[in-house]
């Protein structure tokens, strides 16, 4: 369901780069105020407001209860991602490629990024969260091994001595060319010196690799408050845009 949820939504994305590259290409000066570029510009912006009403609903205890007896959080987020990818692709067709407004300009302009911030955040998140987790098996398994074999290296002294000129950093790193290949018996095998090596060699590199996801994963956090700032930003601009469009739309009502 996720995969297909990610292409989906990488699908969506593109469009909507390939919607805002008809910039350059195309001008339709008068779609914006027409009937149809007005349907478009008012459900693009409707649909723009569900992300809002996911942060609200997440943040608020009393509410997310509520709202949950309903409908689920994976739901909402569900919502949440499509609405947010469909509403500026229906907003950049509602623009007819045409640069006239400041407001505009900028409002497309932080629209595409607060979508593309959205989506690195969602689904590199997703990832490293993943990563992470499948490293932890992997090393909680390293560990087990390794425990074996130090219990088996400690039963034959010969191999235990053996090792001994290879316990410090730099002489441990040329442990593989001294030492012999493990043998292929597998009851044997747990005895070898090499293979005691290469599970401690596993174990170093498996732990840096969870400290580097987890250091990539706190960034990303950041990031994540840095799309909800920008969304901010994106709606305040979106209030003045459709403030004035009412405003300088509707004024022969007088």
Known sequence: MKEREKIVVTGLVMLMLLAWLGFPLHHAHRFAGSFWGGIFGVTGAVLMLVPLAYLIVKRNKSLKQSVTKYVSMRTLLAWHIYAGVLGPILVIIHSGHK??????????????????????????????AKEIREKKAMLTELQSNYDEAVIAVGSSPATAKSLRPFSGFFSRLMAGFFLPEPSTEPAVSKTDSITLVRLAESIADVEY??????????????????HIAISFILYALMFVHVYYAVYFGLRWFE
Do not use: C, Q
């Open 99 to 128: 640069y006239e407004s400041v407001v505009g300009i900028a409002l497309t302009a932080m629209t595409l990024l607060v979508v593309i911030s959205g989506f690195i955040g969602r689904y590199l998140m997703s990832g490293f």
């Open 209 to 226: 690799a969870i400290r580097t996801h987890e250091d990539f994963k706190a960034w990303f956090g950041k990031w994540l408050k840095f």
